[in-house]
């Protein structure tokens, strides 16, 4: 069984930088596993951040930025905002027709 | 804008069928992308179910294939998730969301629905 692996929590002070990583347990995340992320504020539906490994919904601040880094797909949140104090999920496509969300990140802003 | 809502009764029977609607306003389902289901069991983490094309494919998450049908009404732009012989462990909030693909594969979800919760209970 596949599991997608994300840190269960990080904490950023206002204006910091944090990196959120999701890892794969099948080995390096590529942009062929179509790394995604989502917001997922208190009580409300996911939002879509970031497709395609590093492209931004027309709706996503510019301070959200997505990438690969050692192996693992990466989301930057630079210049935190009290705002973007939600949990956030991964989701990786390994074919089969239905892709894996990874068990989120919980971020503080503090 | 693209806009999803989904509908259906928040309280079912174990053993009985769970049926959920997602009415689609904004777009024509029968224009393209998949169309999925995504749960998310009360203070847990998020689950992909299944997706339909817009021509009728469907595609589910393997382990729950034998108990999942996702269908589709493009005369009413709604599409339509059934979870059979439910179990406390279907309930969840259910999402439904429109799902792009890459070569016909449905990979990411970008328009969600609010989401509605569905309790397994006698």
């Known amino acids: 069984q596949t599991v997608v692996t994300q840190e269960p929590s990080l904490t950023v002070s206002p204006g910091g930088t944090v990196t959120l990583t999701c890892a794969s347990s099948t080995g390096a995340v590529t942009s062929g596993y179509h790394p995604n992320w989502f917001q997922q504020k208190a009580g409300q539906a996911p939002r879509a951040l970031i497709y395609e490994t590093s492209n931004r919904h027309s709706w996503t601040p510019a301070r959200f930025s997505g990438s690969l880094l050692g192996g693992k797909a990466a989301l930057t949140l630079s210049g935190v905002q009290p705002e973007d104090e939600a949990e956030y999920y991964c989701l990786l496509y390994y074919g089969g027709g239905a892709p894996v969300f990874g068990g989120g990140t919980k971020l503080t802003v503090l | 804008q693209v806009q999803l809502q989904e509908s259906g009764p928040g309280l079912v029977k174990p053993s009985e069928t769970l049926s959920l609607t997602c009415t689609v306003s904004?777009?024509?389902?029968?224009?393209?992308?998949?169309w999925g289901w995504i749960r998310q069991p009360p203070g847990q983490g998020l689950e992909w179910i299944g997706s339909?094309?817009?021509?009728?494919?469907?595609y589910y998450k393997p382990s729950l294939k034998s108990r999942v049908t996702i269908s589709v009404d493009t005369s009413k732009n709604q599409f339509s998730l059934k979870v059979s012989s439910v179990t406390a462990a279907d309930t969840a909030v259910y999402y439904c969301?429109?799902?792009?693909?890459?070569?016909?594969?449905?990979?990411?979800?970008?328009?969600w629905g609010q989401g509605t919760l569905v309790t397994v209970s006698s």
């Open positions: 339909i094309y817009h021509t009728g494919s469907t």
């Open positions: 904004g777009y024509s389902i029968s224009s393209g992308f998949h």
């Open positions: 969301a429109r799902v792009p693909s890459a070569g016909q594969q449905p990979v990411r979800a970008d328009y």
